[in-house]
């Protein structure tokens, strides 16, 4: 039999990327793929991007996080990891969720790479035209 836990889980996904978030009760403590989140995204801004949707809720150092995220870059990685916190969040919180959505977390930004056309040097870009 499976034991019960107060762990929340959750899927947050951007571009190429996925993010399975765990979130339970705790310090305020968030490890990515096995490292301190200052340590996975050292770029200021990307851990300020994550950090929004704690504080619109209002639960920072009140929960621990945990995230395994694959697929594409450091930006896409980061929007999954909020998205997944702010559905985790919703599923802990349900009066969270007009809050985070006013606040536009809740939306999946499904924005990916054109993919690239036979025939065409990219997913646009023609070839110059020659009249003669």
Same mark, same amino acid.
């Given at each position: 039999?499976?034991?019960?836990?107060?762990?929340?889980?959750?899927?947050?996904?951007?571009?190429?990327?996925?993010?399975?978030?765990?979130? @339970?009760?705790?310090? *305020?403590?968030?490890?990515? !793929?096995?490292?301190?989140? !200052?340590?996975?995204?050292?770029?200021? #801004?990307?851990?300020?991007?994550?950090? @929004?949707?704690?504080?619109?809720?209002? @639960?920072?150092?009140?929960?621990?996080?945990?995230? !395994?995220?694959? *697929?594409?870059?450091?930006?896409?990685?980061?929007?999954?990891?909020?998205? *997944?916190?702010?559905?985790?969040?919703?599923?802990?919180?349900?009066?969270?969720?007009?809050?985070?959505?006013?606040?536009?977390?809740?939306?999946?930004? #499904?924005?990916?790479?054109?993919?690239?056309? #036979?025939? @065409?040097?990219?997913?646009?870009?023609?070839?110059?035209? #020659?009249?003669?």
């Amino acid at each position: 039999m499976a034991k019960k836990t107060d762990e929340i889980w959750a899927t947050g996904r951007r571009k190429c990327a996925v993010a399975r978030v765990r979130l @339970q009760a705790g310090t *305020g403590k968030i490890v990515v !793929n096995g490292k301190e989140m !200052n340590e996975y995204f050292p770029i200021e #801004s990307l851990c300020g991007f994550v950090m @929004q949707v704690l504080k619109v809720a209002e @639960q920072e150092g009140k929960v621990d996080i945990t995230a !395994n995220i694959c *697929g594409g870059g450091m930006a896409g990685q980061a929007g999954a990891l909020r998205h *997944g916190v702010a559905r985790a969040l919703v599923t802990m919180d349900e009066d969270l969720k007009a809050k985070l959505k006013a606040a536009g977390m809740m939306t999946r930004d #499904s924005r990916v790479k054109e993919r690239k056309k #036979s025939g @065409q040097p990219g997913a646009r870009r023609r070839f110059q035209f #020659s009249k003669r």
